[in-house]
């Protein structure tokens, strides 16, 4: 069973813009990854945030959490071509096992 | 450094036929995944060992499905045997422990006819 669901499925921006993706979870957990897939490739890790913390940067990457409504969002600035992937947020709860969430198709267009 | 290896990289096999498949972790890597994605449910996790040792194969979806880790350099996957419903991309991934970020390879693109 999943435990994220990542909204939108799919976004499509222009190169320059920033692109915003949300996922939304069930249950208390320990952190939260994001995970970034390129066609045919295996997954990426991008960022961790633990849940005591609220907001953590990487690069062009900006992570929030809120644990009150069991949400996080990725935000990519300043979007390239590069970028286009689809997005997965994973959770623990505790445990050693990752649970996955549904992902984001993300499309920049030159 | 070298990441995560799978192989192969694509199988194509009839129903019925045995399935193996391969992976290399990272080295020095204590902790070993495997997962199926598919379009319909996306990434399972199937079964993941620790310090070689199986510790959870609870998304194991049958006794047709086993998996094995001889030595803390390789793993397999093994289905016996196969069945059109199990096509999928089967990936492994290693971390260093069980709370760090996992390193996943390329995964094996498997298609049963």
């Known amino acids: 069973s999943q435990q994220g669901e990542e909204d939108p499925q799919a976004l499509s921006i222009q190169e320059g813009e920033n692109a915003t993706m949300n996922c939304s979870y069930k249950t208390s957990i320990n952190n939260l990854q994001w995970y970034r897939q390129n066609s045919g490739r295996g997954l990426v890790h991008l960022i961790l945030?633990?849940?005591?913390?609220r907001e953590k940067h990487s690069g062009r990457l900006r992570v929030t959490l809120d644990t009150s409504k069991k949400s996080s969002s990725l935000l990519i600035t300043a979007s390239r071509a590069a970028d286009t992937a689809s997005y997965f947020c994973a959770t623990d709860r505790y445990t050693d096992k990752l649970i996955f969430g549904t992902g984001t198709r993300l499309q920049v267009f030159p | 450094d070298a990441g995560v290896i799978q192989s192969p990289r694509h199988e194509v096999t009839e129903m019925g036929q045995e399935v193996t498949l391969r992976c290399k972790p990272i080295?020095?890597?204590?902790?070993l995944f495997w997962y199926r994605q598919t379009m319909m449910r996306g990434l399972e996790l199937l079964i993941y060992?620790?310090?070689?040792?199986?510790?959870?194969d609870s998304g194991m979806p049958e006794d047709r499905f086993s998996a094995k880790m001889p030595n803390a350099s390789f793993s397999t996957l093994k289905i016996q045997p196969s069945e059109p419903r199990d096509s999928a991309v089967y990936f492994c991934?290693?971390?260093?422990?069980?709370?760090?970020?996992?390193?996943f390879g390329d995964g094996t693109r498997l298609s049963i006819l």
């Open positions: 945030i633990r849940s005591n913390e």
């Open positions: 080295s020095g890597h204590d902790y």
């Open positions: 991934a290693s971390s260093l422990t069980g709370e760090q970020p996992q390193h």
């Open positions: 060992f620790n310090n070689n040792v199986p510790i959870d």
